[in-house]
């Protein structure tokens, strides 16, 4: 499993650090255990150019699973890094062809096309997590207008569907 940390380097800050890297000592998270460091793994990060990260391992010794300290500029399972993937992602949100994005992007057809289909597979997990971080902010929220309110169609819709749903909550 891979735990995804903050990392205030570039991609290419990281991989010219190798080991120097500072990584916090993570608590497991099957058993929350505290974890301790156990060693390194290469592996390569496509950003344009491909270049080699040394990956951070830990390992619980509750219960003996290791554990892979990523930076968040890495998507785990993936080549390309999260600059590379997130772009695409949202280009093909604005009704680009999935072709075109792979053309811009400098990689092959098959490999944008594994971003969209990751994407819509996890689409409900992220508006359910997206929701839950905006019920949490609360009174935060209320600071940026929504982005539908610049529409004059909706919000009159919008208005009779509260008028029809009642009071909301109860």
Do not use: K
């Amino acid at each position: 499993m891979a735990i995804v940390l903050p990392c205030s380097m570039t991609p290419s800050e990281f991989a010219a650090a190798g080991r120097e890297v500072e990584m916090p000592r993570p608590h497991c998270p099957n058993c929350s255990a505290r974890m301790s460091f156990w060693g390194f793994y290469s592996r390569p990060l496509r950003i344009g150019d491909e270049i080699r990260l040394l990956v951070h391992r830990a390992r619980c010794s509750s219960c003996r699973r290791t554990h892979a300290l990523i930076p968040d500029f890495v998507v785990p399972g993936r080549l390309d890094g999260i600059e590379v993937i997130g772009p695409g992602i949202e280009q093909m949100a604005n009704e680009a062809t999935t072709l075109a994005v792979a053309q811009r992007a400098g990689v092959p057809y098959t490999t944008a096309r594994g971003w969209r289909r990751r994407f819509v597979s996890r689409a409900e997990l992220l508006a359910s997590g997206f929701l839950a971080a905006t019920v949490a902010l609360g009174d935060l929220v209320h600071a940026f207008p929504p982005v539908w309110s610049r529409s004059p169609c909706v919000p009159s819709r919008l208005s009779a569907a509260r008028a029809d749903a009642g009071s909301g909550c109860r």
